[in-house]
């Protein structure tokens, strides 16, 4: 797999730390300190590279490493979020819904962007940086608790 060109990574991180010097999926601030472990700034593609990904800007966002690492261990999650389901039991408490996993808050947080882009004809990107991070999940339709994606991370109305 080809890495991504020096020139789009400098320029990125530039953007990045101008702009949006934080983590696009969970709005943690970033560390652009390549000593640092915590919340360090990653390349991250939109359109993962693995399912033919360009490393173009525009299919790039600022991610942390955490958010990354867990999405990549996770490409089911990221490649069907149409068909993704989960239990979450009846009349799921507040904290159970805040306890939802990360790869799961990307498919919501993936499925946010995708209407916001369909309906306003932009690119994936442009429709990441609108919504902005992932935020507190709330459910859709209280009748409804088994389907995952009864549940809603973004308000878009």
Known sequence: M????????RNMRAW????????YICGTDLNFDAHELINTYTLEHIWPRAYGGDSVEENLLPACDSCNSKKKRHF???V?????SLQL????????LREIEGSYKFSLHYRAAQRVAIEKRITMKQAF????????????DTDDVADFFNLENHDLQ
């Open 76 to 78: 089911a999650t990221w």
């Open 16 to 23: 990045a730390t101008l702009h949006h010097p934080h983590c």
């Open 2 to 9: 080809a890495k991504t060109p020096a020139s789009i990574v």
């Open 80 to 84: 069907m979020p149409a068909v993704q």
């Open 89 to 96: 039991g009846l009349s799921p408490t507040e904290q159970r």
């Open 129 to 140: 940086l609108e919504i902005g991070p992932w935020t507190d999940v709330r459910m859709l």
